[in-house]
């Protein structure tokens, strides 16, 4: 299933309606609205939800209430998350509206069916997965190994890691960073225009400042990799066996193999058991681990939330605290109450 069938041909329950397939289309001339993951999510979601309506001889689009129900209950008998089948969810009822209909998602019975879905899963003892944290103490342990290895791959790996946690960006930001993105200040520190996150996006970007180590670890692998005088070079590319760059690279680094930099390091520091997760997931450092960490030690040093969500773009609170629950659980106002020394004997 292609893309303008998808939301043409096939997306139709049966009979050719000229208008909706005319708002389909529009729909996918401007996908340029939706970032490239939220539209990969979208099509991998049309593909599992249409594929379930044929093989149930449910309606696809428009999709009734009763199908919906039908559908995200299916998601839960076959193990899905709560977070994946609220994405669903949601994601099928974007694609109702940008075809002009009704969402399934507004009818008081799904809306019942989500609650059930979440309480059953929560009261069987689901919980939400969280990356692991990559703190300050780990990546000064990477840096005291890595920082005279004559393997490129280890300069690259940690000059990655150095400006994972500086900054905070997310992984896909990360690796869109080129060498003209680099300027210095006044004091010599590395300052980097990262242009836009996937929280701001306007023309005058965000811009992100190293500390002295981390803008030395980042000069040290440009310089060793030979991209100073490549503008145009992405900062982070692929090492070969030889111990070389390929080529100067202009396409970012794919996902997988920036998580192999997080395995890397993992293995490296000592931690070859994986943790263990509720689905799998998050046994080790990821992509998302040098945000987390950051966070958590910002929330350590009592640095408030505010700052935390400037420094991580992030725009809802909820997210925060979730990822410093841990550290900001011992602050409790029962806590120091029962701490205080003037509490009685």
Sequence with gaps: MNELSGF??????????????????????????????????LLSVMRISWRWAQENRRSFLPMSSDDMQDYLFHLQAIGRSTSTISVHAALISMLHRNAGLVPPTVSPDVVRAKKKINRTAIVSGERTGQAVPFCRQDLNRLDAAWQHSPRLQHLRDLAFMHVAYGTLLRMSE???LRVRDISRAADGRIILDVGWTKTILHSGGIIKALSPRSSERLMEWINAAGLAGEPDAVLFCPVHRSNKITKVSTVPMSAPCLEDIWRRARHHAGAKTLLKTNKGRYSSWSGHS??????????????????????GTWTQTQTVMRYIRMVEAHKGAMVALMEADSWPD
């Design 8 to 41: 043409t041909g096939v997306a139709l329950s049966g009979s050719a309606d000229d208008n909706l397939t005319a708002k389909l289309a529009e729909f996918v001339r401007h996908r340029e609205a939706l970032s490239p993951n939220t539209w990969r999510q």
């Design 174 to 176: 990360l690796s869109r």
């Design 290 to 311: 040098a945000r987390v960490g950051a966070a958590q030690d910002m929330a350590r040093k009592g640095i408030s939330i505010a700052q935390i969500m400037q420094e």
